[in-house]
């Protein structure tokens, strides 16, 4: 994979940002969908909802903003290896939103 300056990641994440929200905001129903795609898309965002009474508060609308950014400006500079452990690291918090441990989403 090429390597992009950090600059370049940051925006393709701030691009990815509105419309992975749109599509979490669409599953999540006006609280009565399945919040298959806010699992999907936004785990560690969704997981924090443990710490925060079952509910989504500011605190998980921050990291669900600042995730795709983030990720597009750590992975961008490093190429595959950065993909590989950003990848990685969003399966597993996948698999933790999808274990039942958020049984009440």
Known sequence: MPKFSWRAGLIFGLC?????????????GSGHGDW?????????PMLVTLLTD???TGLSVGLALAQFPAYGAFVA??????????GLAHLVAVAAAFSGLLDYY
């Open 16 to 28: 990815a940002t509105p419309v992975a929200l749109l599509l979490a905001l669409f599953s999540a």
């Open 36 to 44: 298959v795609l806010a699992r999907a898309l936004y785990p560690v």
């Open 54 to 56: 079952k509910t989504v």
């Open 77 to 86: 500079p490093g190429g595959s290896i950065r993909w590989l452990a950003i």
